[in-house]
């Protein structure tokens, strides 16, 4: 039995699920960031992040690591193209959703929008929507003409939906109006069955924590690179040096 520490809340486990439904492969979903999860994730994973995947003696950290370990061992369903220019566009994408995007969305996030009471810097969220107009535009024509993004569902859409998703939670999603392929895509990819079981999680988890007076933002955010890294690059170290400063910054374990 494959067993996936995950979280409903984050980006990458949920990609990784969407990976395991769409092969239609049993498995065992544990919240690894809960309370109750916590000890066991720690055990697998001392860095205490998910996701993590442990399939018999295999345990395997990382998303796009758990993603290429069940395509090679899993291979019915695929989610990488056969075509190799497509595969090579479809793991470009899954790296933009996991890096960039992925900046963006949590710095928006943490920084105070996603948050109740938060202290976002000066023009965060006007930085976060000009680099997701960027991305959008490059969506567009890339869905010219096409349903999905390298000819056929691969791991470009699996990787992207749940960020997508995120950046309409926080306000910096894209315009229909000027993005009509984008959205016709989206909806696309909304009506799959494990699209729509994705968001009907996330849905619950986020139902959950407001019956329990909402989300909270944790006294100390985790920051790895490439979230670190958008935010110096886009001029907003001062803020980040003050939440040091304040104790408000967690780094991963080694």
Same mark, same amino acid.
């Given at each position: 039995m494959i067993t996936l520490y995950d979280n409903a809340f984050s980006p990458f486990a949920r990609k990784v699920r969407l990976v395991l439904e769409h092969k239609q492969l049993a498995f065992e979903a544990i919240d690894g960031l809960a309370a109750a999860g916590h000890a066991r994730l720690a055990e697998v994973n001392p860095r205490i992040e998910v996701p993590v995947l442990v399939d018999a003696e295999t345990t395997v950290v990382n998303s796009p690591h758990i993603v290429a370990y069940l395509e090679h061992r899993y291979p019915a369903r695929p989610i990488y193209p056969a075509d190799p220019a497509e595969r090579a566009a479809a793991l470009r994408w899954e790296r933009l959703a996991d890096t960039l995007i992925d900046a963006i969305t949590h710095d928006a996030s943490n920084g105070g929008f996603g948050f109740p009471g938060g202290s976002m810097p000066r023009g965060l969220l006007d930085a976060a929507r000009e680099d997701m107009a960027v991305i959008y535009a490059d969506l567009e024509r890339a869905l010219r003409s096409r349903d999905f993004l390298c000819g056929e569902l691969s791991i470009a859409e699996l990787a992207l939906f749940p960020q997508l998703t995120a950046t309409r939670f926080l306000d910096i999603g894209f315009d229909g109006s000027t993005h009509p392929r984008l959205l016709a895509w989206y909806k696309r990819l909304r009506a799959l069955d494990v699209c729509r079981a994705d968001l009907e999680r996330t849905q619950a988890f986020l139902a959950a924590a407001q019956s329990e007076g909402g989300l909270h933002r944790p006294p $100390?955010?985790? /920051? $790895?690179?490439? $979230?670190?890294? /958008?935010?110096?690059a886009r001029g907003f170290h001062e803020w980040f040096f003050e939440e040091i400063r304040q104790g408000r910054v967690a780094w991963p374990r080694c």
């Open positions: $100390r955010i985790v /920051w $790895r690179g490439d $979230r670190i890294e /958008w935010l110096l």
